[in-house]
């Protein structure tokens, strides 16, 4: 039979009539300042904590229930003889239940000119201390952390079920997983104020992951999926405003990142059309209108049910091109209201008005029992290496720029064709280079090849003599093979530029 239960809230909308229900019940409720002259307001009798410990609270209430008349009153274990002797000998009534919620540390740390030592104060001690007790002593106290939860166990008293001890340790679970989740809070939160952990892969990870919504399904239907959020540190993919459509897939999510990560690669004018995670066309432009007639003609064809991001407003006359085709998603940091209404016509397109650009540092890739973690690739050129007889025409080493940043974004192995930055020939995703580079070629049929760029070096000279016969005039890519004077060689014999950059760009 229940006869206590320790309640203690930061967060008091639902409390009082969970107290009054567990009142009705027979308990009697002890708790701790706030939460107990809110309890007495409202008419339910309660025992302070002092009159329990016979000690007031501490340092501005840093101490309160920090005491063993409390936690031994809920960690002792009923079927323990020695336990229930030793709260005998030291007249400690036994603690049925526990409800706690804790302080808004996550709420804090979003304030804006909020000092740490202001932040500091918001991390909660004794809630969590009393929760963890609560649930490894879940085979004897009931540890509440969740109001549904609260309602419904008060539901299951009032209806005298049965109270399996699966559904106890089931509370239990919650209630480590709350307290696991708030550290990590905290310790990411410290991440970014501790200089020494900055950019530093340290023994443990501590990734807060909030549930943002649950999807409809997977990568494919018969799969489950949720969407999780990092609520210290909130990217572009939870920041975004949804302005019309269906509610977004489990793929619809992957392939608006590759997008956003793609166009943010540039700081001209830039479109990017992305179809199964990897760009099908980038382009830039003197305008939105232009940007997004260049990415669409890379590859009309692939664009179909895509993903167009932009880095710009979209405008009326770029939507009035959108509207033409079917397409899944529309991203952009802004859209004109005329614009706006354009799109919204299409009641399926999805459109996101993107708040921020892209801002992780590291990402996580699970595999089997563990977690691959790296930083994101924001790399560029170690160096700008001309290693042929012909050098860089001078038009030209702004088009080796685009399509180096281009490439970055492509599946490996990975080939980019491009003229007037734009890309005309993308080959993605292929297990041999040269097929790469014949895929990116043919497509550039008919729109022009000036440049090519790969991810990765050239094992073999089969890439430039390829692109000889597409009219190839400047090729970028790492350098270091072992066969590298092949590539070079054969970029003398016909003519062709070819630049070193010193750094890879593998996307897996």
Not at 288 to 297: G, H, Q, R, T
């Amino acid at each position: 039979m229940l006869k206590r239960a320790l309640i203690s809230t930061f967060k008091k909308d639902k409390v009082v009539g969970i107290a009054k229900s567990l009142e009705e019940l027979g308990l009697e409720i002890i708790s701790t300042g706030g939460t107990a002259s809110k309890l007495i307001e409202n008419g339910i009798k309660v025992t302070s904590v002092e009159e329990v410990t016979n000690f007031p609270e501490i340092l501005g209430g840093r101490v309160k229930t920090l005491n063993p008349l409390i936690h031994g009153a809920i960690l002792a274990r009923r079927d323990n003889k020695e336990d229930m002797k030793t709260l005998e000998s030291f007249k400690i009534e036994p603690i049925d239940l526990v409800y706690v919620n804790l302080y808004p540390f996550l709420e804090v740390t979003q304030k804006p000119e909020i000092t740490l030592e202001e932040i500091v104060e918001y991390i909660d001690i004794g809630g969590p201390t009393m929760i963890r007790a609560a649930a490894k002593n879940y085979k004897h106290v009931f540890v509440l952390v969740d109001d549904a939860d609260a309602e419904e166990l008060i539901k299951k008293l009032k209806n005298q079920e049965e109270i399996t001890l699966d559904y106890r340790l089931y509370l239990a679970l919650k209630a480590f997983q709350l307290t696991a989740f708030y550290d990590s809070c905290i310790c990411r939160y410290l991440e970014d104020v501790v200089p020494q952990t900055q950019d530093v892969f340290g023994k443990y990870i501590t990734l807060p992951l909030e549930q943002l919504q649950e999807m409809r399904y997977g990568e494919n239907p018969h799969q489950k999926a949720s969407f999780y959020q990092d609520p210290v540190k909130k990217g572009s993919m939870t920041t975004f405003k949804q302005l019309n459509g269906k509610e977004l897939s489990y793929n619809n999510l992957r392939d608006a990142q590759a997008a956003w990560r793609a166009v943010n690669e540039y700081e001209e004018i830039a479109c990017c059309a992305v179809k199964h995670n990897t760009p099908c066309g980038i382009a830039l432009g003197n305008s939105i209108v232009e940007s997004y007639k260049k990415a669409y003609e890379c590859d009309p064809v692939s664009i179909f049910g895509g993903i167009v991001a932009f880095n710009r407003k979209v405008d009326v006359q770029t939507a009035n091109l959108l509207k033409e085709i079917f397409i899944e998603i529309v991203m952009a940091p802004d859209f004109d209201d005329e614009a706006l209404k354009i799109l919204q016509k299409k009641k399926n397109l999805r459109i996101l008005k993107m708040i921020t650009k892209p801002l992780d540092k590291y990402e996580y890739i699970s595999v089997d029992g563990g977690m691959l973690v790296q930083e994101i690739d924001r790399g560029f050129i170690n160096d700008f290496r001309v290693v042929t007889e012909a050098q860089v025409p001078e038009d030209l080493k702004e088009e080796l720029f685009f399509a180096w940043r281009a490439v970055k974004h492509v599946k490996s192995n990975a080939i980019v064709v491009s003229k007037n930055k734009a890309t005309t020939g993308i080959g993605a995703g292929q297990t041999n280079r040269i097929w790469a580079a014949i895929d990116a070629l043919e497509r550039s049929k008919g729109k022009g090849a000036d440049v090519l760029a790969s991810d990765a070096f050239f094992p073999f000279s089969d890439v430039v003599e390829k692109a000889a016969e597409f009219g190839i005039k400047a090729i970028i890519q790492p350098g270091g093979s072992i066969r590298d004077n092949e590539s070079i060689e054969a970029c003398n014999k016909y003519g062709i530029a070819m630049v070193f950059t010193d750094m890879r760009h593998f996307k897996h």
